[in-house]
């Protein structure tokens, strides 16, 4: 780990030039430079003063290898999601992403959804509501499974609760390959997220009929992707982007 590996990289990520990075610093060019070759160490207020600029925490830009994260993780961008139906379901048990992934799969193809949209979007979220002995005695816990129905998408098959994601913000991240650790790099999206929220004055605001969080998994190019999204409150003028398609 190298801080001047971290400030280099920062400053590329926000797309300053060493020039911009030394106007918003108050310094020369030379003093930008002699910090990202590590010839000198920034003092203590210059570092909290880059933190503000790259939004992130004094921690991770001492200790932390920042440029490893760019090769896994997307910046942070906040989107405006467009209201949407859903289908989705509940399951307790040692594995309820998995199982609650499948049977979600299993219902979009006996329903005929599939069949009409072979690229149905699947979404997760953590279900909350599980007791300590569920937890710690059985091993126990929740997740929902949520298929993203289009409008003019329509039936009465049973097997799944049926509802609408209103219109929201939501600070999003992309993960690369995120099943290569699991327990590592998707908390640590939302770790990024949440320092991202707390850095820029954000706030989550929990709301009826708004999920607030979710997962979306998807493959590009061979490769796995997990976006991350986090509900906030109203920050955004942007054109909603929608779910489905």
């Not at 327990?183 to 929990?206: G, S, T, V």
Request: charged residues 25%; aromatic residues 12%.
């Amino acid at each position: 780990m190298s801080l001047g590996n971290n400030i280099c990289f920062l400053r590329k990520q926000k797309k300053l030039t060493q020039e911009q990075f030394a106007d918003r610093m108050s310094v020369t060019r030379q003093t930008v430079s002699r910090w990202e070759s590590d010839e000198v160490v920034p003092e203590l207020d210059r570092l909290v003063e880059m933190c503000e600029i790259f939004t992130c925490k004094l921690d991770a830009l001492v200790r932390e290898d920042l440029s490893d994260q760019g090769e896994i993780y997307s910046e942070i961008r906040i989107k405006r999601i467009a209201p949407f139906k859903m289908a989705s379901y509940v399951i307790i048990s040692p594995d309820p992403e998995n199982d609650a992934m499948g049977y979600m799969d299993r219902w979009a193809e006996s329903c005929g959804l599939k069949k009409l949209y072979p690229d149905v979007r699947f979404i997760g979220w953590d279900f909350p509501f599980i007791s300590q002995e569920q937890q710690n005695r059985f091993g126990l816990h929740g997740y929902v499974a949520a298929c993203v129905l289009p409008d003019d998408f329509n039936t009465d098959c049973p097997g799944a609760t049926f509802s609408e994601n209103k219109e929201a913000d939501y600070a999003v991240i992309t993960i690369k390959e995120p099943f290569i650790q699991p327990f590592e790099r998707i908390p640590k999206a939302y770790k990024l997220i949440m320092e991202y929220l707390q850095a820029n004055h954000f706030k989550e605001k929990p709301q009826e009929n708004i999920i607030g969080c979710f997962e979306y998994t998807y493959t590009k190019n061979g490769i796995t992707y997990m976006d991350v999204f986090i509900h906030v409150d109203g920050v955004t003028k942007s054109d909603a982007f929608s779910m489905f398609g």
